[in-house]
Structure formats: structure tokens, C-alpha cells
Antibody, heavy 120, light 107 residues
Framework: EVQLVESGGGLVQPGGSLRLSCAAS????????MNWVRQAPGKGLEWISY????????YYADSVKGRFTISRDNAKNSLYLQMNSLRAEDTAVYYC?????????????WGQGTLVTVSS | EIVLTQSPATLSLSPGERVTLSCRAS??????LAWYQQKPGQAPRLLIY???NRATGIPARFSGSGSGTDFTLTISSLEPEDFAVYYC?????????FGQGTKLEIK
């Protein structure tokens, strides 16, 4: 069974940093591209970052470019999101999501999400 | 950036009714459009990909159609578990974007 489990969320002050993790199991993690998608409270979904299976290709939404860094460790079956210079508008539930197949942009499995709250 | 506009924002319907949700793209996305369902406190679930293909395990009452800029998601006969928020999403280019969602509520 495919499982994605996020962790690392919490309360952080504006300007602070946080590192999210997504632990994958039930599939060959190193063969799949991965994404982070977030959802502000009561709002819709926003794709924020993508990483290819090898980690060689990365994309970011403009809203997080230069502040967030996506990475992965295929040996540990884990995806990461380093978030720096956090702002109040980054408050959201952060989901990791798997690409259905190479380059698909179709998110077939999602984690349960981890809440990040940016507030003083 | 491609903007996806969903309509209506909210729909109030009864179980057993047929419903059609709309998603319009600001420019052509070919058939590269997906639909997701999200229930309160849960992660989104993939329903339809590439406009009309049902994802694994999705009941046949869900169907999608469209191409270019206009897309629809149809639920042929609403079940109680179908009341949720529905999002469309394109994969035509970067950034991937989602529509703002349509909330399906029980009348």
C-alpha cells in the first residue's frame, strides 16, 4: 500500500525556518517524481514545488521561489521541503503528492498533510 | 500562468440528483486536466485525469469531458459520500495550477 507521511510542521515566527519531511513507503520511491502542494486555511490548493526522481530537475511556484528548497533522499525514501524567511501567508497545510508517472503532473497519492503556522 | 475558473462556487443538491461542475482555463490545456475530490480534514483524492479517464477505484458515476479550455465533471447520481469540494488542475505547463474549487453541499 502506498503511503506518504508528512512531518515537521508547527508554529514558527515570521522570518523563521522550518523543514518538512515526507516519508514514502509501498512503492519504489526513487522511480517517482514528487511535489509539495499547500492549502491555506479555508482556501484552495496551491502547487508549490516539484522534484524529478533523480533530483536533477526542480521547479517552484513564484510565491516560494528563493525561500523554499525541495530535496529528496532516495536511500531514505524521503522528500523534504526547507522553508526559510517564512511569512504569515505561508500558513497552510502542506501535502506531499506523488506524480502518477514520469512528467505526468497527475497527483495520484497524497499524504495527510502537516500544518505550518507562521505567527508571532 | 494558466488560470482555472470553476463554476459555480457552491451547489446545493440532494442525493440521487445529477450534477455537472464546470472548469474553464484561461488558455488551452489540451486534455491535460484532472479533477480531485476533497472532504473536510482529508487530503485531495484523484478522480479523473486527462479530462476523461477515471483513476483507479473511482466509481463509474463520475465522468469527465472536455478539451482545450472548457471541461466538465459529471456525477450521474449523487451519493451521500459525494458531498465535498471538487478541484480541477492542469498539467499543460508550469506552474501547475488548481481551480478555486466547487463545494457540493446537501440541500
Amino acid at each position: 500500500e502506498v503511503q506518504l507521511v508528512e512531518s515537521g510542521g508547527g508554529l514558527v515566527q515570521p522570518g523563521g525556518s522550518l523543514r518538512l519531511s515526507c516519508a514514502a513507503s509501498g512503492f519504489t520511491f526513487s522511480s517517482y517524481e514528487m511535489n509539495w502542494v499547500r492549502q491555506a486555511p479555508g482556501k484552495g490548493l496551491e502547487w508549490i514545488s516539484y522534484i524529478s526522481s533523480s533530483g536533477s530537475t526542480i521547479y517552484y511556484a513564484d510565491s516560494v521561489k528563493g525561500r523554499f528548497t525541495i530535496s529528496r533522499d532516495n536511500a531514505k525514501n524521503s522528500l523534504y521541503l526547507q522553508m526559510n524567511s517564512l511569512r504569515a501567508e505561508d500558513t497552510a497545510v502542506y501535502y506531499c503528492a506523488r506524480d502518477r508517472y514520469y512528467g505526468s503532473g497527475i497527483y495520484d497519492y497524497w499524504g495527510q498533510g502537516t500544518l505550518v503556522t507562521v505567527s508571532s | 500562468e494558466i488560470v482555472l475558473t470553476q463554476s459555480p462556487a457552491t451547489l446545493s443538491l440532494s442525493p440521487g440528483e445529477r450534477v455537472t461542475l464546470s472548469c474553464r482555463a484561461s488558455q488551452s490545456v489540451s486534455s491535460y486536466l484532472a479533477w480531485y475530490q476533497q472532504k473536510p480534514g482529508q487530503a485531495p483524492r484523484l478522480l479523473i485525469y486527462d479530462a476523461s479517464n477515471r483513476a483507479t477505484g473511482i466509481p463509474a458515476r463520475f465522468s469527465g469531458s472536455g478539451s482545450g479550455t472548457d471541461f466538465t465533471l459529471t456525477i450521474s447520481s449523487l451519493e451521500p459520500e459525494d458531498f465535498a469540494v471538487y478541484y480541477c488542475q492542469h498539467r499543460s505547463n508550469w506552474p501547475r495550477t488548481f481551480g478555486q474549487g466547487t463545494k457540493l453541499e446537501i440541500k
